[in-house]
């Protein structure tokens, strides 16, 4: 069963663009969490999805955004790009929203020149 | 209340040695918590979880053990081997929140052949 994919792997914006990354999870998950990895720190949570319904949000401003889909993938947006949103861009899915494990794929690589 | 620390920061060990990686929580709620290696450019990958209602839990090489009244837990990596060489994360979550995960700041793990 193929894991948590996601797209692109790397993508470079400048200042105040807008960017949209994507997001599939394994086969038969339908919770998807986002986490934003800044170099050489742990993953900072930014949403959680379950059942195409916004079940968490962290510490992030209103520039992000992100939306699930029927099939269970997901998108996150992120508005006029600063400086500071390089970083990596995770996703990660598990079967339901209780604690249990969750799935990382092997992110989007944002730079913001 | 939501952070988890952790340390040390960095860990050099030789092949075959044990590898003890610690992580401290203040939040009582949490009842979740996972280890996670992850490798350069790749996305974190589940190592081996706890709940706190167990004191220690093996798989394979790796341990994880638990002192729910000082609200601490470990990592032990067992005969550690050059393949072992990564940044590992501890993590915690609430039932109540989801599986939104909080990672600690990460050890970077070299085993030296």
């Known amino acids: 069963d193929a894991g948590v994919t996601q797209s692109p792997t790397h993508l470079i914006k400048t200042r105040g663009q807008h960017v949209t990354l994507r997001c599939s999870p394994i086969s038969g998950h339908k919770s998807v969490s986002w986490y934003q990895q800044v170099l050489g720190q742990g993953p900072q949570f930014i949403f959680q999805y379950y059942e195409k319904e916004e079940r968490g949000r962290g510490n992030f401003p209103d520039r992000f955004s992100a939306r699930q889909f029927p099939n269970y993938s997901s998108e996150l947006n992120v508005n006029a790009l600063l400086l500071g949103d390089s970083a990596l861009y995770l996703c990660?899915?598990?079967?339901?929203?209780?604690?249990?494990?969750?799935?990382f794929g092997d992110g989007t690589r944002l730079s913001i020149l | 209340q939501q952070q988890v620390k952790q340390s040390p920061q960095s860990l050099i060990v030789q092949k075959g040695g044990i590898s003890i990686i610690n992580c401290a929580y203040e939040?009582?709620?949490?009842?979740?918590f996972p280890w996670y290696q992850q490798f350069p450019g790749k996305g974190p990958a589940l190592l081996i979880a706890?709940?706190?209602?167990?004191s220690e839990k093996k798989e394979g090489r790796f341990t994880i053990s638990f002192n729910k009244s000082a609200k601490q837990f470990s990592l032990h990596i067992m005969d550690s081997q050059p393949g072992d060489s990564a940044t590992y994360f501890c993590?915690?979550?609430?039932?109540?929140?989801?599986?939104?995960?909080?990672f600690g700041e990460g050890t970077q793990l070299t085993v030296n052949p």
């Open positions: 706890i709940r706190p209602d167990v």
């Open positions: 990660a899915s598990s079967l339901t929203i209780t604690p249990q494990p969750q799935h």
């Open positions: 993590a915690a979550s609430i039932g109540t929140s989801g599986s939104r995960l909080t």
């Open positions: 939040n009582t709620a949490f009842d979740y």
